[in-house]
């Protein structure tokens, strides 16, 4: 069983930056490939970015250059840099791993980039 929980969302205007945080429970934490997600209003969850255990990062075209994933093994937890956020980043953010074929996701952070 895995527990993630994500912190970090928040209003931002434009041209802003936020850090999104997940803090994962359970052990082995660096074996495992950590993913953020997204959801808008009316559409489907997407990819926007994976980091594996070998720290081997993917990103979604749409936030290249601008996102960053990392991990601190050490802490269990995964984050998400988000800079020069525009209104299309809009969604609510979801922590994602998988573990013995089971997805397991957190509660979803929202994030509105709005002037």
């Known amino acids: 069983q895995v527990q993630l929980v994500e912190s970090g969302g928040g209003l931002v205007q434009p041209g802003g930056s936020l850090r999104l945080s997940c803090a994962a429970s359970?052990?082995?934490?660096?074996?495992?490939?950590m993913d953020w997600y997204r959801q808008a209003p009316g559409k489907r969850r997407e990819l926007v970015a994976a980091?594996?255990?070998?720290?081997?990062?993917n990103y979604a075209d749409s936030v290249k250059g601008r996102f960053t994933i990392s991990r601190d093994n050490a802490k269990n937890t995964v984050y998400l840099q988000m800079n020069s956020l525009k209104p299309e980043d809009t969604a609510v953010y979801y922590c994602?791993?998988?573990?013995?074929?089971?997805?397991?996701w957190g509660q979803g952070t929202q994030v509105t980039v709005s002037s």
């Open positions: 994602h791993t998988v573990r013995d074929y089971l997805n397991y």
């Open positions: 980091i594996t255990s070998g720290r081997n990062t």
């Open positions: 359970g052990s082995m934490f660096s074996l495992y490939t």
